[in-house]
């Protein structure tokens, strides 16, 4: 019989990072429709006509909804990967490295470094030895369907 280890320190901090940074990220998204709300104000204002307000409010718009949904899906992430799965581990890393690629289309962006930097906090936390054999563990617990140990 396989006995899972208590949850790592690592994994808890990491999972704690993970919530946060998707809050972050939330903020990030708000300052980037507030910035396409004034600049659709200045461009209809501008031309004197409302189609390029209508445009670039529906784009904001559809990009604000992308966002929350992402962010939605980095908390259920989060709490599979703080019960132990290694695919959510995976899935989060691949999050992490996406969000470096991003933050270098708008690097004056603050909340998009600390985004940046909180994700790789969490990673380097996910992969220590402590969190890898948690993740083994709860890999080896699954297979014998024994329950989660607090």
């Known amino acids: 019989m396989h006995t899972l280890a208590p949850r790592p320190t690592t994994v808890s901090v990491a999972f704690w ?6 809050i ?7 300052n980037m429709l507030v ?14 006509d409302l189609e390029p307000y209508f445009l670039l409010t ?3 718009l559809i990009i604000g909804w ?4 992402a962010v939605v899906v980095q908390v259920i992430l989060s709490v599979f990967f703080r019960d ?16 470096l690629t991003l933050v270098f289309s708008a690097p004056a962006e603050v909340f998009s470094w600390v985004y940046v930097v909180a994700n790789a906090i969490a990673v380097a936390c996910s992969f220590v030895p402590a969190s890898n054999a948690y993740f083994a563990g709860s890999r080896r617990r699954r297979s014998t369907a024994q329950p989660v140990a607090a």
């Open 66 to 69: 992308v966002a929350v949904g």
């Open 17 to 22: 990072i993970w919530l946060l940074s998707a």
């Open 24 to 30: 972050v990220g939330m903020v990030s998204v708000v």
């Open 84 to 99: 132990g799965a290694n695919w959510a581990r995976i899935v989060l890393t691949l999050i992490a490295v996406l969000s």
């Open 35 to 48: 910035a396409v709300n004034l600049l659709a104000t200045m461009a209809s204002t501008a031309t004197e």
């Open 58 to 60: 529906g784009f904001g």
